[in-house]
C-alpha cells in the first residue's frame, strides 16, 4: 500500500560519529520527503526535507539523499551528538494530494557517550 | 513565537466516554491536519481542513470521530463512545498552506481509554 517504511528499527552509534537512517518509501506519486525528528513527549520536529526533482540536500550536520529508482531516501547525521538521540521518521507527500503526510513506522537513534 | 499548542495534553477517559481534544495552530497558518499515533508507530493522517473548510477526512477511523475548526483558527477533535484501541497520542499539524510547506507539529494529546 501507501506507506512509508524503515529499514531499521533502532540504531546505535558512538558519540562524534556519523549515523545513517534509512527509509524505503512505496508511492511512486511522492514528490516531496522529510525528515522529521521526535523526541520523548514531544511532536515531530522538522530535520530537513527534499523535493523529488533533487538527489541530495545539506543543512547543518544533516544530510538527506533520494533514490528515486530504487524508491529510497536516508538521512545522514555526521558527527551524532547525545542530542540527537530521539526516533527519526520519514514521511513523504504529494503535489496532488492535501499535504497530508505518510510516515515510516521510526528509527530509534541511540548515541553512546 | 508562540508554536502549535495542544490540549489538554493527557486524558484519561473511561470506555464509553466522549473526549474532545483541542488544538491552537500558529496564526495566520491556513492548513490544520490531525494525526493519530500509536505506541510506536508513526503518525497516521486522520483529517485536513484549509481554514475553516474539512477537506479530507478520509484518515478519520469511524463515524465516532468528527472534527471541526469552525472559524478557521482553534481546531476540536471529538471521539465518541471511546473504545480501548482509540489509546493514541493525537497530534495536531498548522502549515501555511501549499503541500510544501513545513508542517509545525504541536505536543500531542496522549490519550488512554480504560
Known amino acids: 500500500g501507501e506507506s512509508v517504511g524503515l529499514h531499521l528499527p533502532t540504531l546505535s552509534v558512538q558519540e562524534g560519529d556519523n549515523s545513517i537512517i534509512n527509509c524505503a518509501y512505496s508511492n511512486s506519486a511522492s514528490d516531496y520527503f522529510i525528515w522529521y525528528k521526535q523526541e520523548s513527549g514531544k511532536g515531530p520536529q522538522f530535520i530537513i526535507d527534499?523535493?523529488?526533482?533533487?538527489d541530495k540536500r545539506q543543512g547543518q550536520r544533516v544530510t538527506v539523499l533520494l533514490n528515486k529508482t530504487v524508491k529510497h531516501l536516508s538521512l545522514q547525521i555526521a558527527a551524532t551528538q547525545p542530542g540527537d538521540s530521539a526516533v527519526y521518521f520519514c514521511a513523504e507527500t504529494a503535489l496532488s494530494s492535501t499535504g497530508k503526510l505518510i510516515f515510516g513506522q521510526g528509527t530509534t537513534l541511540q548515541v553512546k557517550p | 513565537g508562540a508554536g502549535v499548542s495542544q490540549s489538554p495534553r493527557y486524558k484519561v477517559a473511561k470506555r464509553g466516554q466522549d473526549v474532545a481534544l483541542r488544538c491552537d495552530p500558529i496564526?495566520?497558518?491556513?492548513?490544520l491536519f490531525w494525526y493519530q499515533q500509536a505506541l510506536g508507530q508513526g503518525p497516521e493522517f486522520l483529517t485536513y481542513?484549509?481554514?475553516?473548510?474539512?477537506?479530507?477526512k478520509s484518515g478519520l477511523p469511524s463515524d465516532r470521530f468528527f472534527a471541526e475548526r469552525p472559524e478557521g483558527s482553534v481546531s476540536t477533535l471529538k471521539i465518541q463512545r471511546t473504545q480501548q484501541e482509540d489509546s493514541a497520542v493525537y497530534l495536531c499539524?498548522?502549515?501555511?498552506?501549499?503541500?510544501?510547506?513545513?508542517?509545525?507539529f504541536g505536543p500531542g494529546t496522549r490519550l488512554t481509554v480504560l
Open positions: 527534499i523535493r523529488s526533482n533533487m
Open positions: 499539524a498548522s502549515s501555511l498552506g501549499s503541500s510544501y510547506n513545513e508542517q509545525f
Open positions: 496564526s495566520g497558518h491556513v492548513s
Open positions: 481542513f484549509q481554514n475553516e473548510a474539512q477537506l479530507d
